[in-house]
């Protein structure tokens, strides 16, 4: 199925025009692309970073974890909406690369689960700001949540930058 969407994908004009190398402007929005997604990287992984290690107690310590949300969360969300249109164009000028590739299939995986933690703390943090303190349980509950994001999120970037290297293309 996925192999079929691939073909599919690759002969549509959209992606025809994207990896056509031979036209300036063409050529031009790969590389603007992926300079604007590494920024937004960079965004999002400081922010969830901070977000992370103010729940686990080791920095940030200053600000509540809501107040901290309340700064970073329109980072988060505006950055990873900027990277999945800068991903959508880089994948679209070169599916068979991108689809099929283990790196590239972690990555999204990767990404549902840390997006998933991120609303949760979004969403306990519009209800209760003092949410995480609340008990010891829920201490605990914070810092398991942002080890698995924290260890997500790099396994995203070491994920990400693996696709270059591993091009399913060449195996068949």
Same mark, same amino acid.
């Given at each position: 199925?996925?192999?079929?969407?691939?073909?599919?994908?690759?002969?549509?004009?959209?992606?025809? /025009?994207?990896? !056509?190398? #031979?036209?300036?402007?063409?050529?031009?929005?790969? %590389?603007?692309?992926?300079?604007?997604?590494?920024?937004?990287?960079? @965004?999002?992984?400081?922010?969830?970073?901070? &977000?992370?290690? +103010?729940?686990?107690? @080791? $920095? *940030?310590? +200053?600000?509540?974890?809501?107040?901290?949300?309340?700064?970073? /969360?329109?980072?988060?969300?505006?950055?990873?909406? @900027?990277?999945?249109? #800068?991903?959508? @164009?880089?994948?679209?000028?070169?599916? *068979?690369?991108? &689809? %099929?590739?283990?790196?590239? +299939? #972690? =990555?999204?995986?990767?990404?549902?689960?840390?997006? $998933?933690?991120?609303?949760?703390?979004?969403?306990?943090? =519009? =209800? !209760? %700001?003092?949410?995480?303190?609340?008990?010891?349980?829920?201490? =605990?509950? $914070?810092?398991?949540?942002?080890?698995?994001?924290?260890?997500?999120?790099?396994?995203?970037? #070491?994920?990400?930058?693996?696709?270059?290297? /591993?091009?399913? +293309?060449?195996?068949?």
């Amino acid at each position: 199925m996925l192999e079929g969407f691939t073909e599919w994908l690759e002969v549509t004009p959209l992606s025809v /025009m994207l990896s !056509d190398t #031979t036209n300036f402007w063409t050529w031009l929005i790969i %590389p603007v692309s992926q300079c604007i997604h590494i920024v937004c990287v960079a @965004i999002v992984m400081i922010s969830v970073g901070i &977000l992370n290690l +103010r729940l686990l107690g @080791i $920095a *940030g310590t +200053r600000q509540s974890f809501a107040q901290l949300a309340g700064h970073l /969360m329109p980072w988060i969300w505006s950055a990873l909406t @900027i990277l999945f249109i #800068t991903g959508a @164009i880089q994948t679209i000028a070169e599916p *068979g690369r991108e &689809l %099929p590739n283990v790196g590239f +299939r #972690t =990555k999204m995986i990767l990404l549902m689960i840390t997006v $998933a933690i991120t609303l949760v703390y979004e969403r306990t943090v =519009k =209800k !209760d %700001p003092n949410y995480w303190d609340h008990s010891v349980e829920r201490r =605990k509950m $914070a810092h398991v949540l942002a080890t698995v994001s924290l260890v997500a999120w790099i396994g995203i970037a #070491t994920a990400g930058r693996l696709i270059a290297y /591993m091009d399913m +293309r060449q195996a068949q």
